[in-house]
């Protein structure tokens, strides 16, 4: 198995350390402390249940040595896809306490995500529920991965098992469980949002993930009386350390976990839990704006409303911001690492114009321009960082880190961003080819694959279309071949590949070729602007007849 690891400079750790940032805490570590000290106290609530601090670890503890039983043994990976439902906590913190070391996979992830990340991660395990709250059969999909990913020695499955491992009866031996893990191990593998080609694994260690959400903590105001509401996927980087569920786990808090972000759903829990915090992707943000004046449901206990993952136009922060009665804090952070946040005591001119400033006094942040060179201050340019929170190197992914890091070890966020005279960044948009679709990052290049591999599909290149409720869509334009495939059929076979649902694209355009120039073919980047532009034209054109 390939060792994980993620590692800075001896001189930078000494640096964190003496700093005060990386303090030696694990993820074991502080849960025992917590439970020891407020065992009573409230800490995950979810559908009908309502752990305390003392439930939560003891059922961790359980799971744990109910891994090691089964055969799985510390330093095996565990691919956990669940949604938000309390068991996510008792599989991740169990993991730990055994150090093993969780995946963290989405709900929306399909066989073809789910053997990816397995197959690179040389999982032993995976852990999935019965049923997502869309009827999705989760068990199906394990059947499917143990068929083709023959590493893959357990499955572990939340209610209704069927042939594979129940995972309420996980349980065994307390004694044969291991000790804490050392601060500088990798902890668990987070998953990138995919800029080119398949999704990367992120490996972050306990001294520098537990910095990230303790310094937001301060920031975000998070404390043991806070009640945050988890709306978003457990599983990404946003909700689970922006402060997110483990920011509120490690200051004393309580967790509620909302089955779905819809207002519908989120308000009632709002109102029951009296939740103090929350986070949501900008449409999102929209949707409960829209919805908040006509609820019969009292958000009055609301004090902060974290919005990011894409950009918030300064229009929409403002009707964010009048529409809810609480504060609102942009976030604009990476699983790779750097975070950024506007502060409760900004001005509205900052947090309603810019995406924050970083988290700590040691991010260091570079704008530079396409040849490397800094931009003049407030000028835009590609946005580079390193710190002590933002990753070295991707997990078994040498061509990427070649591309992704700098010598000197700075992460290129793909990001171009510019900065104002207080420090505060603005994002501006990508320099590579993703699509930001409501939050969801999707490679163009890992789509136009697919859509290669279908018979009547000749060339086919993805760029994203500014949209006016999800940020931004996906459209794939194609060159057919033989018989022109319907944009309908061509959805729905994509929908066969086995991807997540939010890939399939959005708009599909055949054309007759693509441009080239005189010189010959052009570059594929290239390629998505000129379609890009075009499309856009011929949009605007529409509109204004
Ligand atoms: C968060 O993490 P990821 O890894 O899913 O996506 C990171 C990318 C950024 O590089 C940027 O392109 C985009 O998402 N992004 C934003 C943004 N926040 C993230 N673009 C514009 N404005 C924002 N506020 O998405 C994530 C991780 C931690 C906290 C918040 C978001």
Redesign the pocket.
């Known amino acids: 198995m390939l060792p994980l690891k993620q590692v800075w400079p001896a001189e930078a750790a000494t640096r964190y350390r003496a700093a005060g940032h990386w303090r030696g805490e694990t993820f074991p570590g502080f849960l025992r402390q917590r439970a020891a000290a407020h065992p009573g106290a409230l800490a995950i609530i979810g559908g009908t249940q309502r752990w305390s601090y003392a439930e939560l670890q003891a059922r961790a503890e359980a799971a744990a040595a109910g891994f090691l039983a089964l055969g799985l043994r510390p330093g095996d990976r565990v691919v956990v896809q669940l949604g938000n439902i309390p068991e996510f906590f008792t599989a991740v913190f169990g993991l730990f306490r055994a150090q093993m070391v969780p995946v963290y996979a989405l709900p929306a992830h399909r066989q073809t995500e789910i053997s990816h990340f397995l197959r690179k991660s040389e999982a032993a395990g995976y852990i999935c529920a019965d049923r997502g709250p869309d009827g999705f059969d989760y068990r199906a999909l394990a059947r499917d991965l143990r068929a083709a990913v023959p590493a893959l020695r357990h499955a572990v499955v939340v209610g209704d098992a069927a042939e594979f491992t129940p995972f309420e009866q996980l349980d065994g031996n307390r004694a044969a469980l291991p000790g804490d893990p050392d601060p500088a191990a990798v902890a668990f593998l987070q998953i990138?949002?995919g800029t080119t080609g398949l999704s990367k694994l992120i490996p972050r260690t306990h001294d520098d993930y537990i910095y990230s959400f303790r310094a937001s903590n301060e920031i975000c105001g998070v404390t043991q009386d806070s009640v945050h509401l988890i709306a978003l996927p457990a599983a990404?980087?946003?909700p689970m350390?922006?402060p997110g569920h483990m920011g509120t786990l490690h200051a004393g808090g309580r967790v509620v976990l909302s089955p779905s972000p819809a207002p519908d759903v989120a308000f009632p829990l709002i109102a029951r839990e009296r939740v103090t915090i929350s986070g949501l992707v900008p449409p999102l943000a929209l949707l409960w704006a829209e919805a908040a004046p006509r609820t019969p449901h009292d958000l009055s206990s609301l004090e902060v409303l974290l919005?990011?993952?894409?950009?918030?136009t300064p229009e929409a922060a403002r009707r964010v911001q009048d529409a809810l009665p609480c504060k609102l804090q942009?976030?604009?952070?990476?699983?790779?690492g750097l975070?950024n946040y506007t502060r409760l005591d900004d001005p509205d001119a900052l947090v309603l114009e810019t995406?924050g400033r970083p988290i700590s006094a040691d991010d260091e942040v570079l704008i530079l321009d396409d040849l490397g060179r800094p931009v003049p201050e407030g000028e835009a340019g590609h946005l580079l960082a390193r710190g002590p929170y933002t990753i070295r190197g991707y997990h078994n992914d040498e061509a990427a880190n070649a591309r992704s890091f700098t010598p000197d070890g700075f992460y290129r966020?793909?990001?171009i961003v510019k900065r104002t005279p207080e420090g505060y960044l603005v994002?501006q948009g990508?320099a590579g080819d993703h699509i930001?679709r409501a939050?969801e990052?999707i490679s163009a290049e890992e789509i136009e694959d697919h859509l290669l591999a279908h018979p009547n599909v000749f060339d086919a290149a993805v760029v994203s279309v500014p949209d006016e409720f999800l940020g931004e869509r996906s459209c794939a334009f194609i060159i057919p071949r033989g018989d022109k495939p319907r944009a309908v059929a061509l959805k729905t076979w994509m929908r066969g590949r086995a991807i997540a649902e939010f890939k399939v694209p959005d708009q599909i355009v055949l054309v007759e070729a693509f441009e080239t120039t005189a010189a010959g073919k052009i570059s594929r980047k290239e390629l998505r602007a000129r379609l890009r532009a075009r499309l856009l034209a011929e949009e605007s054109g529409q509109q204004a007849d």
């Open positions: 990138s949002g990404h980087n946003f350390s922006s919005v990011g993952g894409a950009k918030l942009q976030v604009f952070g990476m699983a790779e975070v995406q966020t793909g990001d994002v990508r930001n939050g990052k």
